[in-house]
């Protein structure tokens, strides 16, 4: 398994956990035996967060995920938070991951025109996403679907594989409301169960179709953090709360939970 390197420094490659039949390992052991060996291919699993998780706890949990599905030829197109951005997204997980993986197999979702440019980033603003209650012409949503439609494409691979759709629900929910954002979750997760794709959802504070996504969600997790770190409690399943630390003896971005799992 990879070591931890110097500040800096680039570490060795991720070296992937096997998915169990019909599952996607979590890329976390610890995680995976309180999952039944991983998520169910073609489920949502839901992290609702309160106002006390940064940037940097969230990473923790997600990021042997991410590497996990893409270290297996898998894709990833993601709607990140609102105090994120593809840029920022792209440079954490740099020291884990080639930048020529990274863009060919990641796309990521941008509303407000934040990161133009990039191949990765896969720009809504101009076709009119962000602009709340103002109708969108035909050619504007031609050109949205033929965006959406490429990203899943790179995200599949030439093999058309399965991947993982990171959903932040803030984000539509701010910017469409909460009835619109919650029809296009509803009619999003069942495609994506269709297709045999993982869906994770992150639920912040504050976001008005919480109830719907929660109806939605096949698997459900509360995170906060308090003085000892990152901690996970199971809803369903249930399990009792976990922290989540990084793995000393792999290194990042590898971690384990504490008490560890039986």
């Not at 509303?111 to 076709?127: C, K, R």
């Not at 109830?211 to 459900?220: C, F, L, P, S």
């Amino acid at each position: 398994m990879p070591r931890a390197t110097k500040l800096g420094s680039r570490t060795s490659d991720w070296k992937p956990i096997p998915d169990p039949e019909g599952r996607y390992s979590s890329g976390i052991p610890d995680f995976d035996r309180l999952l039944g060996g991983g998520f169910v291919q073609g489920s949502m699993a839901l992290y609702e967060m309160d106002e006390t998780l940064g940037q940097e706890d969230l990473d923790l949990l997600l990021f042997p995920t991410v590497l996990n599905l893409l270290y297996h030829s898998r894709g990833v197109l993601a709607v990140l938070p609102s105090r994120d951005s593809p840029h920022e997204f792209r440079a954490r997980l740099s020291p884990f991951v080639t930048r020529r993986r990274f863009d060919n197999r990641v796309r990521v979702i941008d509303y407000v025109g934040e990161d133009e440019g990039p191949a990765y980033v896969v720009n809504l603003n101009a076709v009119g996403m962000s602009a709340p209650g103002v109708s969108k012409s035909e050619k504007q949503r031609q050109l949205a679907s033929s965006k959406m439609e490429n990203a899943e494409r790179a995200a599949q691979g030439h093999r058309k594989k399965s991947f993982l759709e990171l959903m932040t629900f803030e984000v539509a929910d701010t910017l469409m409301g909460s009835e619109t954002a919650a029809k296009m979750f509803f009619y999003g997760v069942k495609r994506a169960r269709s297709v045999g794709n993982l869906v994770i959802g992150l639920l912040g504070p504050g976001v008005g179709c919480e109830d719907a996504i929660r109806r939605m969600a096949d698997t459900r997790f509360a995170l906060h953090r308090d003085e000892v770190g990152l901690v996970i409690r199971g809803i369903r399943p249930s399990f009792s709360s976990h922290v989540v630390t990084r793995d000393l003896s792999a290194g990042p971005p590898h971690v384990d939970f504490v008490p560890r799992p039986s």
